[in-house]
């Protein structure tokens, strides 16, 4: 897979940051030119990245996912050793 500009990750980001403030602020059927204004990008950037509002949120979900992922990992670390302590 080619590398991408590092412009079109951070419009990426921003995109995402965006359309998760619009999404928590106006709800899921928020105008998606509002997420494009919020990340400071034109539509086209907007619909480069997402073909539509369903990709967009299929997105934020899987950062969502990863996130949560990250946490249950760095909590198993952090207890594996208390819970190997009292496992029988």
């Known amino acids: ?29 928020a105008p998606l030119d509002a997420i494009a204004e919020r990340a400071g990008v034109g539509r086209a950037t907007l619909f480069r ?17 990863d996130e949560i992922e990250g946490e249950a990992r760095a909590w198993r670390v952090m207890w594996s050793p208390w819970l190997a302590c009292y496992a029988s």
Request: cysteine-free.
């Open 1 to 29: 897979m080619p590398q991408r500009r590092l412009d079109a990750v951070q419009n990426r980001a921003k995109l995402l940051e965006a359309g998760e403030a619009v999404f928590l602020e106006l709800g899921i059927n």
């Open 49 to 65: 990245n997402f073909v539509d509002r369903r990709s967009l949120i299929m997105a934020l979900l899987d950062r969502g996912l």
